[in-house]
């Protein structure tokens, strides 16, 4: 039966244009409210501004955006915004019950050695994250706070473990759960750019990025990795290095020779890769140019969501170990620049047999390096 004239029905839904994310980066940060203006102008809006990397993020309507700002004098470069996801190669239940209260990570590295010298005791680590259980029973004591970069309105908790996982590693405090971290005194602080299905938008690492300029961090674990290369992010790990803030990343998880993801593949990180038991490296470490040492990365147990722990593999475990023991060597000589620490653990390495290019993280031999370079003696 045909519906009357009158009879309109409701009226269909209108889908709202989809919005894309723009980053811009200013020459010198120069006249950023030229360019706002601009973007204004174009029907865009500022999403964020980071002062601290010289960086507006614009959002716009339609697939492309108006190009009007990407000639713009103050605009040195801009990019879109992508999408960056942490796949780590295995994550699995504690099945096993152990005795030792030292994760194998920690005893491998020999950090428990230093302890009586140097716990990390009031350096800054931030962990670019999912975020931090920190009602985690060995976490609690050294959460130092930190922010939600995804809703700034909230706590950076954790509704991954993948964030909650590597700060154990790093700061752990609870032998009784065999979660015990490099660096058991240091202040660990929570930077959300990753969501509870463990992706982040770029734009949303820069702002991380900022915000561990803005709050003064001494070392910021990435225990993430991108494949595409991108000028904003490279801008962002330059600036944090000037500042002298230790910047330690993940090497990635393709199991490639000469490929390693960004940031560690920029020369300002400290770019890690993964060992396991046996002192191989491990089957799923990418290796080549920019991966700087080693570090037990293969089923590492450590924290996990609800008070529990969990074993997981990956470059993400490896670098929390490297962290960690920059941590330890910070709080003995808090002036250390990043290229001395480089240094420090690099030449404090153990050897790889089976890949002599790259060495072994010990933490134990890189205090003692530097307690020798400082006319001190750790037996």
Request: hydrophobic residues 35%; aromatic residues 8%; charged residues 20%.
């Amino acid at each position: 039966m045909p519906k009357p004239e009158w009879f309109q029905g409701p009226e269909p839904m209108k889908r709202k244009p989809k919005r894309i994310r723009k980053i811009f980066y200013l020459r010198h940060f120069h006249n950023p409210k030229s360019c706002i203006r601009e973007m204004n102008r174009a029907g865009g809006r500022p999403v964020r501004i980071l002062p601290q990397l010289g960086i507006i993020i614009g959002e716009f309507a339609g697939k492309e955006g108006p190009r009007s700002l990407e000639g713009h004098p103050d605009v040195a470069h801009w990019e879109f915004d992508s999408r960056v996801t942490i796949t780590d190669p295995y994550a699995g239940e504690i099945k096993e019950k152990t005795t030792d209260p030292l994760p194998w990570g920690i005893r491998e590295v020999e950090a428990y050695k230093v302890w009586p010298y140097t716990k990390g005791r009031g350096i800054k680590v931030a962990v670019v994250d999912t975020g931090i259980a920190n009602d985690h029973p060995s976490i609690q004591k050294n959460y130092a706070g930190g922010v939600n970069i995804l809703s700034p309105m909230f706590t950076p908790y954790d509704y991954n473990g993948h964030g909650t996982h590597v700060a154990g590693t790093i700061a752990g405090r609870a032998t009784e759960l065999n979660v015990v971290g490099v660096a058991p005194r240091v202040r660990i602080y929570a930077v959300k750019a990753f969501n509870r299905k463990g992706s982040a938008n770029l734009s949303d690492l820069l702002s991380a990025i900022n915000w561990c300029i803005e709050n003064d961090m001494d070392i910021v674990n990435m225990s993430f990795g991108m494949s595409k290369v991108s000028d904003s992010l490279r801008q962002a790990i330059q600036t944090a290095h000037r500042k002298g803030i230790m910047l330690v990343a993940a090497a990635g998880n393709q199991g490639i020779s000469g490929t390693v993801d960004y940031p560690a593949r920029y020369e300002e990180t400290i770019g890690v890769t993964s060992v396991s038991k046996d002192g191989k490296l491990s089957a799923f470490s990418n290796t080549g140019e920019g991966v700087d040492l080693a570090a037990p990365g293969d089923k590492i147990s450590s924290a996990w969501l609800n008070g529990t722990t969990r074993v997981m593999s990956g470059t993400s475990m490896a670098v929390p170990h490297v962290s960690g023991t920059v941590a330890l060597l910070l709080y003995l000589r808090k002036n250390l620049t990043p290229a001395q620490v480089r240094d420090l653990l690099i030449h404090s390495a153990r050897p790889i047999q089976t890949h002599p290019q790259y060495g072994k993280l010990n933490a134990f031999q890189s205090v003692q390096l530097l307690a020798r370079s400082m006319g001190r003696f750790i037996p």
